[in-house]
């Protein structure tokens, strides 16, 4: 059973930045394909960034291209998604996801594991 905790959300002024972590336990991660989305309140959860196991394929949502970088550190089981330029419409719960096995993916449905989520505000 793969555990995904997230860290480093909060509240954040516009055009500022924020860097999310998500550390894994219970799987090999340097195996694992990981992403991130997001789903703000009324809204269909929305595919941020992914990044597959050999990092050599690295997938961003259009709204988020050239503003957040997604990465990882295998020898602290991590993933990272570095987020820049902050907007109001970045506000969301944001969550890390893991596929056990394959390359990266856009859809939600092919991740095995889901984090709990966390929170980013970004005000004006």
């Known amino acids: 059973q793969v555990q995904l905790v997230e860290y480093g959300g909060g509240l954040v002024q516009a055009g500022g930045s924020l860097r999310l972590g998500c550390t894994a336990s219970?799987?090999?991660?340097?195996?694992?394909?990981m992403a991130w989305f997001r789903q703000a309140p009324g809204k269909e959860r929305e595919f941020v960034a992914a990044q597959s196991w050999s990092t050599s394929v690295t997938y961003y949502g259009d709204s988020v291209k050239g503003r957040f970088t997604i990465s990882r550190d295998n020898a602290k089981n991590t993933t990272y998604l570095q987020m820049i330029s902050l907007k109001l419409d970045d506000t969301a719960v944001y969550y890390c996801a893991a596929r056990l096995w394959g390359n990266a993916r856009h859809q939600a449905d092919d991740y095995d594991y889901w984090g709990q989520g966390t929170q980013v505000t970004v005000s004006s």
């Open positions: 219970g799987g090999i991660f340097r195996t694992m394909s």
